[in-house]
């Protein structure tokens, strides 16, 4: 079984960085694709980033591109999120997320295995 936790969300302006992490329990996070998603009020969750499990292949959503870059690290079992040029249409609560299955990750929410308990990222302009 796998547990995930994320950290590193708070309030800041826009324009600034954040860097949200997402620490994973169990012997077999090496082997999971892991990915970003996140969910404004009212609206669904959407896609954030997504990585390979041994980093070598990552892919981001249109909106995010250029100003957010995924990366983790198999040895700390954590998967990072670093979010530059925050807009505040980026507000949002963030999650992480683990696929057993793609050794990709994928676009859909609905493909991963496993998810994290989510944290509030809230950019003000």
């Known amino acids: 079984q796998i547990q995930l936790v994320e950290s590193g969300g708070g309030l800041v302006q826009a324009g600034s960085s954040l860097r949200l992490s997402c620490a994973a329990s169990?012997?077999?996070?090496?082997?999971?694709?892991m990915a970003w998603f996140r969910q404004a009020p009212g609206k669904e969750r959407e896609f954030v980033a997504a990585?390979?499990?041994?980093?070598?292949?990552?892919y981001y959503a249109d909106s995010v591109k250029g100003r957010f870059f995924i990366s983790r690290d198999n040895a700390k079992k954590t998967v990072y999120l670093q979010m530059n040029s925050l807009k505040p249409e980026d507000t949002a609560v963030y999650y992480c997320a683990g696929d057993v299955t793609y050794s990709s990750g994928s676009y859909y929410y609905n493909e991963y295995d496993y998810w994290g308990q989510g944290t509030q990222v809230t950019v003000s302009s």
């Open positions: 990585i390979s499990w041994s980093g070598a292949t990552t």
């Open positions: 169990g012997r077999t996070f090496s082997r999971l694709a």
